[in-house]
């Protein structure tokens, strides 16, 4: 399995030209947003140095026409199918990582746990996990930023017409070209294909994926299937390698309802 064992290439600087650019259309509530996830994650790690990313929420038109809660109502007990977009708008006021790694374990305890996510208790419990500020998050998810914030994105999916999600819109360096929007999910080469043919390239230059190590630095928590993926091995052969980890203690099992996943320990 020398795909495991293989040190992380040298990466491009941080602050290096990156010719294309990804808005990535997502309701955090739809199960194909959460599919995709482990698609885009190894884009990221293959090619992120063609591209950087945006993700923008598109919550659906009916939620947001539901009636919330008038004000006179006791936070704790709200409940609401738009609150976990805007717990991740005021996540991401404390970083880019911090709002991913809260949209990550939102979804994580939607669809492996089956908690109700649109209640105010459970984001706060979400956000511990996700070793936010607290204080700082509950300031901000009442505040005018994020309210402002969440209402940019939803302009932006109605100015470029997104209909449907997952939605990718892919751009390229020449301001007057259009970007080609890929509405739906499909499959990891299909993406691959499009970043390809827009960077006008005969083949891709492929960066090797990092030591599990410097993986799970990256993203807090894995499924057996993302990591059976990202080194192009089967899950078994994937699993077996997370067992050794969990032996040697850098790793820990999570057993869900409906995956397995695993974290630094």
Same mark, same amino acid.
């Given at each position: 399995m020398s795909n495991l064992d293989l040190a992380q290439e040298t990466r491009e600087p941080a602050n290096s030209f990156k010719p294309m650019e990804?808005?990535? *259309?997502? &309701?955090?509530? +739809?199960?194909e947003c959460w599919e995709l996830q482990g698609i885009?994650? !190894?884009l990221q790690i293959e090619y992120g140095h063609y591209f950087s990313m945006r993700i923008v929420l598109s919550t659906q038109l009916f939620n947001l026409n539901k009636t919330t809660p008038s004000s006179n109502i006791d936070t704790d007990n709200l409940t609401h199918p738009v609150l976990p977009s805007v717990a991740i708008k005021a996540a991401e006021l404390q970083g880019k990582r911090s709002g991913n790694r *809260? %949209?990550? #374990?939102?979804? /994580?305890? %939607? =669809?492996?746990?089956? #908690? &109700?996510?649109s209640s105010y208790s459970v984001l706060l419990e979400i956000a511990e996990e996700a070793e936010l500020d607290q204080e700082e998050f509950k300031l901000d998810f009442h505040s005018v930023h994020t309210a402002k914030a969440f209402q940019c994105d939803l302009q932006i999916t109605r100015e470029m017409e997104i209909n449907e999600v997952p939605s990718i819109v *892919? =751009? +390229? /360096?020449c301001i007057e &070209? /259009?970007?080609? !929007?890929?509405?739906?999910?499909y499959s990891y080469d299909v993406y691959q294909t499009i970043l390809q043919e827009m960077l006008g390239e005969e083949s891709l230059n492929r960066q090797t994926p990092p030591s599990l190590d410097d993986l799970f630095t990256k993203y807090s928590t894995m499924a057996t299937k993302e990591?059976?993926?990202?080194? +192009?091995?089967?899950?078994?052969?994937? /699993?077996?390698?997370? #067992?050794?980890?969990?032996?040697q203690q850098k790793l820990e099992r999570i057993c869900m309802p409906k995956e397995t996943l695993w974290k630094v320990k």
């Amino acid at each position: 399995m020398s795909n495991l064992d293989l040190a992380q290439e040298t990466r491009e600087p941080a602050n290096s030209f990156k010719p294309m650019e990804l808005y990535v *259309f997502v &309701d955090p509530l +739809n199960s194909e947003c959460w599919e995709l996830q482990g698609i885009i994650r !190894k884009l990221q790690i293959e090619y992120g140095h063609y591209f950087s990313m945006r993700i923008v929420l598109s919550t659906q038109l009916f939620n947001l026409n539901k009636t919330t809660p008038s004000s006179n109502i006791d936070t704790d007990n709200l409940t609401h199918p738009v609150l976990p977009s805007v717990a991740i708008k005021a996540a991401e006021l404390q970083g880019k990582r911090s709002g991913n790694r *809260f %949209l990550h #374990k939102l979804q /994580e305890h %939607l =669809f492996l746990q089956s #908690k &109700d996510v649109s209640s105010y208790s459970v984001l706060l419990e979400i956000a511990e996990e996700a070793e936010l500020d607290q204080e700082e998050f509950k300031l901000d998810f009442h505040s005018v930023h994020t309210a402002k914030a969440f209402q940019c994105d939803l302009q932006i999916t109605r100015e470029m017409e997104i209909n449907e999600v997952p939605s990718i819109v *892919f =751009f +390229n /360096e020449c301001i007057e &070209d /259009e970007g080609v !929007k890929v509405s739906g999910l499909y499959s990891y080469d299909v993406y691959q294909t499009i970043l390809q043919e827009m960077l006008g390239e005969e083949s891709l230059n492929r960066q090797t994926p990092p030591s599990l190590d410097d993986l799970f630095t990256k993203y807090s928590t894995m499924a057996t299937k993302e990591i059976a993926s990202i080194y +192009n091995i089967s899950e078994q052969t994937a /699993e077996c390698e997370l #067992k050794k980890q969990v032996l040697q203690q850098k790793l820990e099992r999570i057993c869900m309802p409906k995956e397995t996943l695993w974290k630094v320990k």
